[in-house]
């Protein structure tokens, strides 16, 4: 196993001792066992800017507040700073979201701090151990599939409650420990307030939760606790502990003007990537 430069310079600073293991390598990042001292942590090593998507980060940064006018003009300029400012914006992302949620009362995982582009936090074990095994790879009773379902839907509407929307919420964001699910995979977080598409992932994000444990508990792939949630947020009137239903009547008589925008938006996209098809075609 070849140890990557990030974590020996970890290694070398004393903030870790040893790298015991490679634990998963997903899309965006690497995940190692590690130990510091008399404890087991884990230790995410973010790839490289250019192996990510591109495109998925564009929509997910309109609501991210830039630290100042020239970080957001090199950002938005492309230039060789903004790409160094906008990767350092994306890793700090996730810490800081971790922070903020356990502050907050949220199961994830707890920061210990994060060095040279790695997150050390805490690794989330099974009730032996073991690295935890994910939502969607664990076989649930109704009762608990449930439960998780009421356990999940209650991080969201506390994370909402910070002005937070996960923003790729999935049985495989989803680790099952011994007192039950923890939120994991925070870089792509999204603020509530400043995105015209944050209902959109939040009600995306809920719906996963629920098709998945709903495989379980198919009763619960009648609720709405999403839409129920947002209507409340929107109001002003979601607190963390607000006692939900998974009832929803939408309202009438309120015109969804965002629904509305959407619309519009992707008629208007729609038509340029048709104009844009014909032009080609003429081209050749
Ligand atoms: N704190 C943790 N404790 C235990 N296991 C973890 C922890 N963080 C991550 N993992 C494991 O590493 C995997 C990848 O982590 P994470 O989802 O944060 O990174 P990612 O690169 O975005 O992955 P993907 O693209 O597959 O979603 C997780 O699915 C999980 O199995
Ligand atoms: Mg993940």
């Given at each position: 196993m070849k140890t990557p430069a990030s974590l020996l310079m970890l290694i070398d600073e004393g903030v870790?001792?040893?790298?015991?293991?490679?634990?998963k390598s997903g899309k965006e990042a690497s995940v190692y066992v590690v130990r510091a001292g008399d404890d087991v942590r884990c230790a995410k090593v973010y790839k490289d800017m250019?192996?990510?998507?591109f495109q998925k980060r564009a929509q997910y940064q309109e609501g991210r507040k830039s630290r100042g006018s020239r970080e957001a003009r090199a950002v938005a300029s492309g230039s060789r700073y903004g790409r160094k400012q906008q990767e350092a914006e994306w890793k700090n992302a996730e810490v800081d979201a971790l922070y903020q949620l356990r502050e907050a009362g949220v199961r994830v995982p707890e920061p210990y701090g994060f060095f040279h582009g790695v997150l050390v936090m805490e690794l989330v074990t099974d009730a032996e151990g073991f690295s935890a095994p994910r939502l969607g790879e664990v076989e649930l009773t109704p009762e608990q599939a449930r439960e998780y379902h009421a356990v999940l839907v209650r991080q969201v509407v506390r994370m909402l409650c910070c002005?937070?929307?996960?923003?790729?919420?999935s049985a495989y964001n989803v680790l099952v420990g011994p007192d039950g699910p923890v939120v994991i995979d925070f870089p792509q977080v999204v603020s509530a307030g400043g995105n015209n598409a944050a209902r959109t992932m939040l009600l995306r994000d809920v719906n996963n939760l629920t098709a998945t444990l709903g495989r379980w508990?198919?009763?619960?792939?009648?609720?709405w606790y999403g839409e129920e949630m947002w209507e409340l947020f929107e109001a002003g009137t979601?607190?963390?502990?607000?006692?939900?239903?998974?009832q929803f009547t939408p309202?009438?008589?309120?015109?969804?003007l965002d629904g509305v925008r959407d619309a519009i938006n992707d008629a208007r996209e729609l038509a340029l990537i048709r104009q844009q098809g014909r032009e080609a075609q003429d081209e050749d």
């Open positions: 870790i001792d040893e790298v015991l293991r490679p634990l250019a192996q990510r998507s002005g937070l929307i996960h923003g790729d919420l508990a198919p009763e619960l792939l009648d609720t979601l607190l963390p502990d607000t006692p939900l239903t998974g309202d009438e008589r309120s015109v969804d």
